[in-house]
């Protein structure tokens, strides 16, 4: 460990050992992993997309029913996850900078925070979940929905209508959740290995690409709690 | 592993923008008052305008994480702006030319 | 270095030769070897999925269900497109080909990430396993399309193991495609400006980006359909408020432009073969690439010409027809340029470029026909007709696999150092394009007469035309058959190949056949321009070259 901090502040003249035979230079192998990752991101966009393609479409459907549902959600569980995930945002933000400074411990220390933040959020999630199966509001045989069309109190709401708002419901944060688990996962290792000293100013790149993976993470949430917490509470 | 690699070119690693604890926190800042803000407006009926704010609110918010929090602002790289870009782009069309069908169908 | 120092190819250190044993390449990250693991695996799932169609072309022989029933012919129609579409079309020239030439086309020593192109290829070979394991529990009846509610809510087959499957080789198809953008774009070689890239790298970055932003669509689309079978859920299901169209709208989205990640990559074989054998510039260059990258986008414009008659609104209906025009656009301006880049060229008729004639022709058979289809009216009339099973496979059969024999040839010699005999391969060319024709050219008129497609049983006046299409898969399979004879043949006693044989333009011929593990010696550094063919000169006649120098 002590030597690898040294030869971040030594100019290097040696090549850096984490250069790959294949790249030319340092700032090629960075340049290439930094679109990679972008490159991956983008991927995901498209692939959380087909969701939220589907949820376009449904809600412009059955709007009624939509706005029913969304009801049912708490709004406090939402917002409190999604600032449990911007503070977490913040400590990715500070774990990079840590890395870029040399500073080991530090990055440890707040990746082990994102990953406790990260473990909050599907805590919360996990609540949620449980009410869920005990109002009998999870899609499937034992599916039950009573209630009316919010700006039509006098409407009933389609049980079929609701449940596909559930079914959608369980697959967009479902699949959030699965994201957040393998972001929780890939942060655990990284922590490890920060903390033994594998990286420095010279090499973090596993450090920035987590941190852009996560904050991606957090943008598809930021993104959900409006769409199925806050918008349709009163039409 | 270095064996093929020319060191002669080896250049140091270019000059990576380090963010500041204080813009950080600021922008972290404005994150949760934008998220206490859209929360709020909830409550309130604005009719059409709920939907309005709310995705104002939340692209507001998605932005300044991808400007200062995933360093795009500060990035020389143009390439990343343009797979951003692309990845919106596509969004776009898949989200339009499928609702195009459902908003125009003559039939429910 | 065309003429570089002789080495006796037996000593000299090859990519083939650095390693020996399971290990080395199971364990490898040089995209060479990686390529050779994906030929080796793309070649068999062609022949599975060969397999079925033959059995479907044998059923067909006579109107009457007698060599299988419905139930089983479903299945074959099912497997041979599942198949055939994600684990070879999709994958075989990219990932063969591609994987092998592109790092050496722009002067790298590997693809960006050599560990993801391997984890790409144990996916592909994870999705593949459980393609077969699928087969062998009895197979899926859904069609290649999966077409919800059926594949959700009435068939007892295995959808969930094939769905996952074919996310599974997604993934692996999508990292392929990331690679490839990353190396393109970080990769190159000083003075190989994005103006004298070869046209085979941008059709391979074209194709890229509709890997990498198409496919996820698909996956997150199978991911709702297993759920949906596994926990009864309505989103695809309208007895439960779901709607199919929504199904096809999110499927289509990348199964249309899925075509394009076939045919892109084809076109680039096409049009290095094209100038290699016309001794020519290509013509006009830009409009070329400009061409790929428009087809690539305008692709994702056009998919629900797949949906005229399933019941989508008329209006959206136009607009997609208007836009599935489009694209006729760039596909013209590729078709064109060839024909331009062969015009008055000292054209020479070795193997590859016979593949390249029937490709052009066939192509645009192909690409005509899919102008039928893009007009609503004829929609209607022909909508799963057998015209539109012939307009696909003289797209992705006649188009694609074309292409991928032609470039397989051309770049043996560069692949496995050894020449294969031109004389057969000459005539393996003639039985595929013969074959292939009689087979499909038949199709589309029994398509216009009304014989609608996936059934295993047809009216007795369909059977004249029925018969001569069976023949020719006979012939066609002859065809395919015979370069897996030769090819392997010429691995052990095919003549040593110099490293340029075509005395082609391109970095890839200026390293030795076979090339070293790292491509480059030293990095090489461009100062020429794409298909500099005026001054390279004539083809060397093969029997005159000095073997191994």
Same mark, same amino acid.
């Given at each position: ?38 490159? /991956? ?101 034992? /599916? ?25 419901? /369980? ?56 769409? =199925? ?7 | ?65 991808? =400007? /200062?929090?995933? %360093? ?37 | ?134 087969? =062998? ?27 996952? *499957? ?39 970055? *074209? ?11 698909? *996956? ?84 629900? %010409? ?74 209607? %009339? ?47 060319? =003639? ?119």
């Amino acid at each position: 460990m002590a030597t690898n901090e040294a030869a971040a502040i030594v100019p290097h003249e040696e090549p850096n050992p984490a250069l790959l035979h294949h790249f030319v230079t340092e700032e090629q192998q960075k340049n290439a992993a930094s679109l990679g990752m972008w490159l /991956f991101l983008a991927q995901e966009v498209m692939f959380f997309g087909g969701m939220f393609c589907a949820y376009l479409v449904y809600r412009y459907k059955y709007f009624g029913d939509f706005g029913s549902a969304s009801q049912t959600l708490n709004i406090w569980y939402g917002a409190i996850n999604t600032a449990v995930l911007l503070c977490s945002s913040l400590t990715v933000v500070l774990a990079v900078r840590a890395a870029q400074l040399n500073k080991r411990k530090a990055l440890t220390m707040w990746l082990v925070f994102t990953i406790l933040l990260g473990l909050v959020f599907l805590g919360v999630k996990g609540i949620e979940y449980k009410e869920k199966f005990e109002n009998h509001h999870v899609p499937g045989p034992s /599916f039950a929905y009573h209630g009316t069309v919010p700006s039509h109190p006098d409407q009933q709401v389609n049980p079929r209508h609701a449940e596909i708002y559930f079914s959608l419901y /369980f697959a967009m944060t479902g699949m959030h959740a699965l994201h957040m688990i393998i972001g929780v996962g890939l942060f655990g290792t990284l922590a490890v290995w920060a903390w033994r000293g594998k990286y420095s100013a010279n090499y973090y790149t596993p450090i920035e690409n987590a941190g852009l993976y996560w904050h991606f993470v957090d943008i598809v949430w930021i993104y959900l709690f409006p769409l =199925l917490y806050l918008i349709d509470r009163h039409r | 592993m270095t064996e093929h690699s020319n060191a002669s070119q080896n250049t140091a690693t270019p000059h990576e923008h380090i963010s500041s604890i204080g813009s950080s926190v600021a922008i972290w800042i404005v994150l949760l008052i934008c998220t206490a803000l859209t929360a709020g407006v909830a409550f309130i009926d604005l009719g059409p305008l709920n939907t309005i704010v709310a995705l104002t609110i939340a692209t507001f918010k998605a932005i300044l994480v991808v =400007l /200062f929090f995933m %360093h795009v602002k500060y990035t020389h790289e143009k390439l990343t702006g343009l797979v951003i870009v692309s990845a919106i782009f596509f969004l776009f069309l898949l989200l339009t030319l499928s609702m195009a069908d459902y908003t125009t169908r003559l039939w429910h | 270095m065309a003429t570089a120092v002789p080495v006796d190819v037996t000593e000299r250190e090859t990519y083939l030769n650095s390693g020996y044993g399971i290990k080395s390449w199971l364990l490898t990250r040089d995209h060479k070897r990686i390529a050779i693991l994906y030929l080796l695996s793309v070649t068999l799932f062609f022949f599975i999925g060969g397999f079925f169609a033959l059995l479907i072309r044998l059923e067909l022989l006579t109107p009457a269900g007698d060599l299988v029933q419905s139930d089983t012919y479903n299945k074959l129609f099912t497997m041979h497109g599942q198949v055939m579409v994600f684990f070879f079309l999709i994958p075989a020239v990219p990932a063969v080909l591609g994987n092998f030439l592109i790092p050496i086309m722009i002067g790298a020593r590997d693809l960006a990430f050599p560990r993801i192109n391997l984890l790409s290829w144990y996916l592909y070979i994870a999705g593949g396993l459980l393609m077969v394991y699928t087969i =062998l529990a009895g197979g899926v009846d859904t069609g290649w399309t999966f077409y919800t509610p059926l594949s959700t809510e009435f068939l007892k087959t295995d959808v969930i193991t094939a769905a996952i *499957a074919i996310f599974i080789a997604g993934f692996s198809s999508i990292l392929t495609g990331l690679n490839f953008i990353v190396t393109i774009h970080r990769m190159r070689a000083p003075g190989m400006t994005w103006d004298r890239l070869p046209l085979f790298v941008w059709s391979h970055y *074209a194709t890229s980006i509709i890997q990498v932003l198409g496919t996820p669509v698909v *996956a997150i689309t199978l991911v709702l359909v297993a759920l949906e079978r596994l926990l009864h859920l309505g989103i695809f299901n309208p007895a439960l408020g779901g709607d199919p169209l929504l199904f096809q709208h999110l499927f289509w989205f990348y199964s249309h432009p899925a075509v394009y990640i076939m045919i892109l990559p084809g076109m680039g074989i096409v049009s290095e073969i094209v100038c290699c054998f016309s001794r020519k510039r290509i013509f006009g260059y830009k409009a070329m690439a400009l061409a790929v990258l428009a087809i690539a986008v305008l692709g994702f414009l056009v998919w629900a %010409h797949h949906m005229f008659v399933a019941g989508i609104s008329v209006y959206s209906a136009l607009v997609f027809s208007l836009l599935s025009y489009f694209v006729a656009v760039p596909s013209a301006v590729k078709v064109f340029n060839w024909t331009s880049t062969m015009y008055k060229g000292s054209i020479t008729y070795q193997t590859p470029m016979l593949y390249a004639f029937g490709f052009i022709g066939l192509f645009t058979i192909g690409g005509l026909t899919g102008l039928f289809l893009a007009c609503l009216g004829i929609d209607v %009339h022909v909508t799963d007709t057998y015209f539109v099973v012939a307009h696909f496979h003289y797209v992705m059969v006649g188009g694609m696999v074309l292409a991928y024999l032609a470039g397989l040839h051309f770049w043996w010699p560069k692949i496995t150092g050894r020449m294969y005999p031109e004389g057969w391969g000459k005539l393996a060319a =003639l039985i595929v394009f013969i074959g292939f024709n009689l087979t499909f050219f038949p199709q589309f008129i029994l398509g216009y007469m009304g014989m609608p497609r996936r059934y295993h049983a047809y009216p007795a006046e369909f059977q004249v035309l029925n018969v001569l299409s069976t023949a020719g898969a006979t012939i066609l399979a002859v065809g395919y058959l015979l370069p897996m004879v030769y090819f392997v043949w010429s691995i052990r006693y095919g003549k040593p190949a110099p490293a340029n044989p075509w005395n082609a333009a391109g970095l890839e011929w200026q390293v030795p056949s076979p090339p070293p593990t790292s491509n480059f010696e030293e990095q090489p550094i461009v100062t020429w321009e794409a298909y500099n063919y005026e001054e390279l000169g004539e083809i060397p006649d093969q029997q005159e070259v000095p073997v191994g120098h």
